[in-house]
């Protein structure tokens, strides 16, 4: 199946300061990548839609100053919290749509999530 | 609105079968998906049905009745490494992948 890589698996930073979260298709170009956070316990909320070269598309609440997304490239998508808070201390997921890669045209395969910690 | 009714937990035996339900509702329909994901993991693709039907894979299958907005996820000859939580995502007119909280499968020895 398709491969998608994050990094970094776990990141603890200072309540203030910005962190950057990557994702990779390793094996197949994604020209649509989804950005999630799930807190304990509950489901998966979508933060935004990341298309390549073009502006991410934000979910209703999810303040796009704060969560920088850039998709630069056919390959890689990322993911900046800025001036991150305890509040933002959350599991970061992200996943890639495989166009033509199956008949399963809209399946999306995550990558193995990003645990962010905000002290 | 839309929105997905899993059962919480279930409890199983391992070398048993296990059928998990979903019911859902949404604006729109183009297919849906069966995700498992273990605790303090990213979730894995399982299975993916647009058409009504069984879809079978190795030891899990799933099931979609379109006019019902009902869907199954049959698991058999269950293994420990099989306790997760599983999450039916149907995706509405937009390919947007709705989500719930899924069900957490215990499986017991």
């Known amino acids: 199946g398709a491969v998608v890589s994050q990094h970094p698996s776990w990141v603890i930073c200072k309540s203030g300061t910005s962190v950057k979260i990557e994702c990779r298709s390793l094996d197949f170009q994604a020209t649509t990548m989804f950005w999630y956070r799930q807190f304990p316990k509950q489901s998966l909320m979508l933060m935004a839609t990341s298309n390549e070269g073009s502006k991410a598309t934000y979910e209703q609440g999810v303040e796009k100053d704060k969560f920088l997304i850039n998709h630069a490239s056919l390959t890689l998508s990322t993911l900046t919290v800025t001036s991150a808070h305890p509040e933002d201390s959350s599991f970061y997921i992200c996943s890639a749509r495989v166009p033509g890669f199956s008949r399963d045209l809209e399946t999306q395969y995550f990558g193995p999530g990003t645990r962010l910690l905000v002290l | 609105g839309q929105n997905i009714d899993q059962p919480t937990e279930m409890t199983a035996t391992e070398g048993a079968i296990v059928q998990i339900n979903c019911t859902y509702q949404?604006?729109?329909?183009?297919?849906l998906f069966w995700y498992q994901q273990h605790a303090g993991e990213a979730p894995t693709f399982l299975s993916y049905?647009?058409l009504d039907g069984l879809e079978e894979k190795g030891r899990f299958s799933s099931f979609l009745s379109r006019s019902k907005g009902y869907s199954y996820l049959l698991l058999k000859e269950l293994q420990m490494k099989d306790s997760a939580s599983y999450l039916c995502a149907p995706s509405d007119s937009n390919y947007q992948l709705i989500w719930g909280a899924g069900t957490k499968l215990i499986i017991k020895p």
């Open positions: 949404t604006s729109g329909f183009n297919g």
């Open positions: 049905n647009v």
